[in-house]
């Protein structure tokens, strides 16, 4: 399959690059400096600005499916309105190429927890809820959508580059749900390495599962 992956310079973004390639697949790889990126084979790296729409639509074109871990930074101080305007100029240009599958990697904060959205809850980190507040309306805007066969993965709410999972490379194993975290035997948050997140959301792909669905993943 020809796939287009959106953010594969950053960290889940690489973990999804190299986990496109592990299975076979020919790679589109959407970036700002297509001259710096080392060369790999299988992949393409192709200059565009995802926060234009026409630009997406021009490097996507020709792809059988569209993989995004578009992320605006997270010490970026207008993440929110940067995260939405990348967000919905993917999907823009994602339909406008007349591609039908898109898996996009959401956030945890809108999971939810006793009916709650986490980003909503008091005691969410000030520090990334600008960012979590853009990918939960993210989601809502993408669950409208009714020309793509879209999925979206919410990381496990333990998930971050530093966590304790990290160690654990690629293991091929993972647990599922839907809207609500999942928890680790003593109660505390789930959590999975970069490497299971990609194992997850490309077997989605491969399998075509989730489609017009949420969901997460931990250990």
């Given at each position: 399959m020809k796939v287009a992956l959106i953010g594969a310079t950053g960290f889940v973004g690489?973990?999804?690059?190299?986990?496109?390639?592990?299975?076979?697949?020919?790679?589109?790889?959407?970036?700002?400096?297509?001259?710096?990126a080392a060369p790999r084979e299988h992949v393409q790296f192709v200059k565009a600005d995802v926060l234009n729409a026409d630009e997406v639509q021009r490097a996507v074109t020709g792809c059988d499916a569209v993989?995004?871990?578009?992320?605006?930074?997270?010490?970026?101080?207008?993440?929110?309105?940067?995260?939405?305007?990348?967000?919905?100029?993917?999907?823009?240009?994602?339909?406008?190429?007349?591609?039908?599958?898109?898996?996009?990697v959401g956030g945890a904060g809108s999971l939810y927890v006793n009916g709650q959205l986490l980003v909503d809850l008091p005691d969410f980190p000030a520090f990334i809820k600008p960012g979590a507040s853009a990918a939960r309306d993210m989601f809502a805007e993408l669950q409208k959508e009714a020309a793509l066969d879209w999925t979206m993965l919410s990381p496990a709410v333990g998930f971050h580059g530093g966590s304790d999972a990290q160690s654990r490379g690629r293991t091929g194993h993972y647990r599922t749900g839907k809207d609500e975290p999942l928890v680790q035997a003593d109660g505390q948050p789930g959590d999975i390495s970069v490497q299971d997140l990609a194992v997850a959301?490309?077997?989605?792909?491969?399998?075509?599962e989730h489609v017009k669905a949420r969901f997460t993943v931990a250990y």
């Open positions: 690489a973990g999804l690059l190299d986990e496109l390639l592990r299975r076979g697949h020919e790679v589109v790889a959407l970036v700002r400096k297509p001259e710096a993989v995004s871990a578009y992320n605006a930074g997270w010490s970026n101080p207008n993440i929110y309105d940067d995260f939405m305007q990348g967000s919905r100029a993917i999907v823009q240009g994602v339909k406008a190429a007349g591609i039908k599958r898109y898996l996009v959301l490309v077997d989605a792909l491969d399998r075509n």
